[in-house]
């Protein structure tokens, strides 16, 4: 029993102890609270800026890095085609604890294809101002953040592109971020096909340069095909001429029958009458 007593005893002093080291840490930080308040009004009169108010100066003091939201920062497929049209970021200002907070600041985004050359890397860069990122912030089911969807300034190659992100507040600190992105890059575009008119406008200017020089041969454009040229129609024929007549480079061969034809001689399929076609069965 003495010796629990005096165990008791000495955890009573010692809770005492604490008691007395919060009242007076509680002080200390009312006095730090009001201190800081006269610092940020000294300071906003010299730089003419509107002094933080202790909630506003708790949250800007909060903030300690920034991440990227895995589940809302990758290629973005808007028209439901193949290929990504652009880009959808989701950036997190957090404190030391990785929580969140919502702090404003101005934002630039650095997009880069590092499997490139060293100056064909940068695909693009974006920047938002503090107003911006404010109209920016989204609260939904899958996060919360300052949201961004932006369209590809050059139109990525890689399927994982290295995405760069640096979030700037107003006491002067910067915080950087570096994430690997997937991406489906979108295929790229046939070349248009020339329309019927540009066909018909170089058909002109062929004719055209033709006659200036004087020259009598009939040239087809390059980008011409025979398939492309407008067929003669029988509204061209002058009236009253005559038609050529059709004539057959190859005049057809008498037919006979295979009965008319000697035994020595062999049978070709040029001699095969309906009748004695062979037929698989």
Do not use: C
């Not at 009573?12 to 201190?35: H, I, P, T, Y």
């Not at 652009?86 to 030391?96: I, K, Q, R």
């Not at 969140?100 to 997009?111: D, M, R, T, W």
């Not at 061969?253 to 009458?273: I, V």
């Amino acid at each position: 029993m003495d010796a629990l007593e005096a165990d008791l005893r000495t955890k009573e002093q010692a809770q005492e102890e604490l008691k007395s080291q919060l009242v007076r840490a509680e002080e200390d930080l009312k006095v730090a609270r009001s201190d800081a308040a006269t610092l940020r009004k000294q300071l906003s009169k010299q730089h003419h800026h509107v002094a933080l108010s202790e909630e506003q100066a708790d949250v800007v003091y909060r903030a300690e890095a920034i991440k990227f939201s895995n589940l809302l920062t990758s290629g973005q497929n808007r028209d439901g085609q193949p290929g990504d049209e652009g880009l959808s970021v989701m950036l997190n200002p957090v404190d030391v604890h990785g929580d969140l907070v919502k702090l404003a600041g101005e934002v630039e985004l650095e997009l880069f294809d590092m499997s490139l050359s060293a100056d064909q890397q940068r695909l693009g860069q974006w920047k938002f101002s503090t107003a911006e990122v404010r109209e920016h912030w989204h609260k939904g089911l899958i996060g919360s953040g300052y949201l961004f969807q932006v369209d590809w300034q050059r139109i990525p190659v890689a399927s994982e592109l290295t995405l760069h992100a640096r979030f700037s507040i107003n006491d002067g600190r910067k915080f950087d971020a570096t994430t690997q992105v997937k991406v489906d890059p979108p295929l790229p575009q046939a070349p248009p096909v020339a329309a019927a008119g540009d066909v018909d406008r170089r058909a002109a200017a062929a004719k055209k340069k033709r006659a200036a020089t004087g020259s009598q041969r009939d040239v087809v454009p390059a980008s011409t095909s025979v398939i492309s040229r407008r067929p003669v129609e029988l509204d061209d024929v002058l009236p009253g001429a005559e038609m050529p007549p059709v004539r057959n480079p190859r005049p057809e061969a008498p037919r006979r029958d295979l009965r008319e034809q000697d035994d020595d001689s062999p049978r070709t399929s040029d001699r095969w009458t309906d009748e004695t076609i062979p037929t698989l069965r």
